[in-house]
């Protein structure tokens, strides 16, 4: 079994990783990436997105519907549109697959998107989405998010489905989190993958991990992970 772990403590600034350059596929993780190229694009395009994508969004994120993962990705411009909004986002070390859920990563590249969310959005907004959505206010955010882009998706990691909430969550204290969780079996060995990323408390946390015999033992090595991570911030 191989696991990394990166995180970012958005009060102080300190960072600690294990493994964080290690490359897993990223399974339903790249799901954040998926919606993030498409915030971009439709935001190169000037517009925000249309009531179809939103509802392909919230059932990608929140439920992690696979058939809107495809359908969103060809919309941000496929593999080529992925891997240019991952280079947008200083993403050095990921690369789009064909099959989108074989997109490869590392721990680091993953806090750097959380950070692209996170870093000026505040998750405790309400979510608003469609004609009542707020303007672009930062049109020059340095990640290439504006700030309504990144409220978007730091909201619809805050709505994750019950029996999907588990990681990063368990390092939680008051229910408060954001994430998106990914899972895998490979079928060459039958291990699994098992990912978190997401925001927790005052950290951004990135729990990568792969070579577990079942699902639910990935889940429990990787939250008791990031409770770990998290607590070297408390």
């Not at 993953?110 to 505040?122: E, H, K, N, S």
Request: hydrophobic content about 45%; glycine content about 10%; charged content about 20%.
């Amino acid at each position: 079994m191989d696991l990394s772990v990166a995180v970012y403590d958005l009060a102080g600034g300190g960072e600690w990783a294990c493994g964080e350059d290690r490359t897993y596929v990223t399974a339903s993780i790249v799901k954040v990436a998926v919606l993030a190229a498409l915030l971009l694009r439709a935001r190169d395009a000037g517009r925000w997105l249309t009531a179809g994508e939103e509802r392909l969004a919230e059932a990608m994120i929140e439920r992690s519907d696979n058939e809107a993962a495809t359908a969103l990705r060809a919309a941000a411009g496929g593999v080529a549109g992925l891997d240019a909004a991952h280079a947008r986002l200083g993403m050095t070390r990921t690369s789009a697959a064909p099959a989108w859920g074989l997109t490869r990563t590392t721990a680091c590249d993953q806090l750097t998107l959380l950070r692209a969310v996170f870093a000026g959005a505040d998750p405790t907004m309400p979510l608003v989405t469609g004609s009542a959505a707020p303007a672009v206010t930062d049109p020059a955010a340095p990640t290439g998010l504006d700030e309504r882009s990144r409220r978007y998706l730091a909201g619809l990691m805050g709505r994750v489905v019950p029996g999907q909430d588990w990681g990063v969550s368990a390092a939680a204290t008051d229910g408060d989190w954001a994430l998106k969780n990914g899972w895998l079996p490979r079928s060459d060995s039958g291990l699994w993958v098992v990912h978190s990323v997401g925001r927790v408390r005052n950290c951004l946390v990135a729990v990568l991990s792969d070579g577990h015999t079942a699902k639910d033992a990935g889940i429990a090595r990787v939250e008791e992970a990031a409770v770990s991570a998290v607590r070297r911030f408390a």
